[in-house]
């Protein structure tokens, strides 16, 4: 075959190639077309569903959303049919991942939880067990300050007892002294006269100080002149009986004064013997 034919066939040949690419070329972009607009709508379905589980979730469970490991949506291969089992089998593998690490999160926080109410519990009844100690404490300091109030107390009665005992013990000797005194002076009334007893001395003054009163006679001002004198001797009376008191008083101190000199001067002269005792040469 010569050169001319050589480059005749390879002409027609390279026609019929591009005859049949142009042929074969539509229906490739048509198929194109038709896996992009299928990519897409798989995307927005995904999109979609993807919204609507968060909604759901977030309705749900208030708390926030714990971290998931992110994972890549499988790509499509361009050329290839789409496996919508597959795309279905990883979509459950995802929601399981994301199921399992809400159902870790949720018992990691009920744990911290507890763990927070046994340390609340511990907590509360360390200060319970704290103020019982306190509370028994003051109590027993109180106790104590009133049973040191107590025996204070009971002291300072018992001195107050020892002491009026000895006072009354005094008391009795004065006047066990002043008694004999007394027999003598009566026994000396009796030798010049007849003495009158105590109830007929007390008769005696009441009817020359009481006064028959007619009240039912006697108008408002005469009973509040009556009232009036009244009141005024019976002042006068407590005034007297004060007075007559006290007086009685300053003689038993000046008795006592006088007993307790008589009884030191009796020891001194037991001491000394014969000797000035007193101012006075025995």
Do not use: C
């Not at 998931?68 to 089998?89: C, M, N, S, T, Y």
């Not at 300053?250 to 009796?266: D, G, W």
């Amino acid at each position: 075959m010569s050169d001319v034919e050589e480059e005749y066939e390879e002409q027609g040949e390279f026609n019929v190639s591009t005859e049949a690419e142009e042929e074969v070329e539509p229906e490739e972009v048509e198929e194109e077309d038709e896996e992009q607009d299928e990519e897409q709508r798989v995307e927005v379905e995904e999109d979609e569903e993807r919204h609507e589980h968060q909604e759901h979730h977030e309705e749900e469970r208030p708390k926030p959303k714990p971290l998931v490991p992110q994972l890549a949506p499988p790509k499509i291969p361009e050329g290839d049919r789409v496996d919508f089992d597959d795309i279905h089998r990883k979509r459950m593998e995802k929601d399981l991942l994301e199921l399992h690490t809400l159902i870790d999160v949720h018992f990691d926080q009920r744990k911290k939880d507890e763990e927070e109410l046994i340390s609340l519990k511990d907590r509360i009844e360390n200060r319970r067990s704290e103020r019982a100690e306190i509370h028994r404490v003051r109590t027993e300091r109180e106790k104590d300050r009133q049973n040191r109030i107590a025996e204070e107390r009971n002291r300072k009665e018992d001195d107050e007892a020892k002491k009026k005992a000895v006072d009354d013990l005094k008391k009795k000797k004065v006047l066990s002294g002043m008694g004999n005194f007394g027999g003598f002076l009566a026994k000396a009334e009796t030798r010049k006269g007849k003495r009158l007893t105590g109830l007929e001395i007390k008769k005696k003054t009441l009817g020359e100080r009481r006064k028959t009163l007619n009240v039912d006679t006697m108008r408002e001002d005469a009973l509040k002149h009556e009232a009036q004198e009244m009141w005024n001797s019976i002042y006068q009376l407590e005034s007297e009986k004060f007075d007559h008191t006290e007086y009685m008083k300053h003689q038993k101190y000046e008795i006592i004064v006088l007993l307790n000199r008589i009884q030191h001067a009796q020891k001194f002269k037991k001491i000394l013997g014969k000797g000035k005792v007193a101012g006075r040469w025995k």
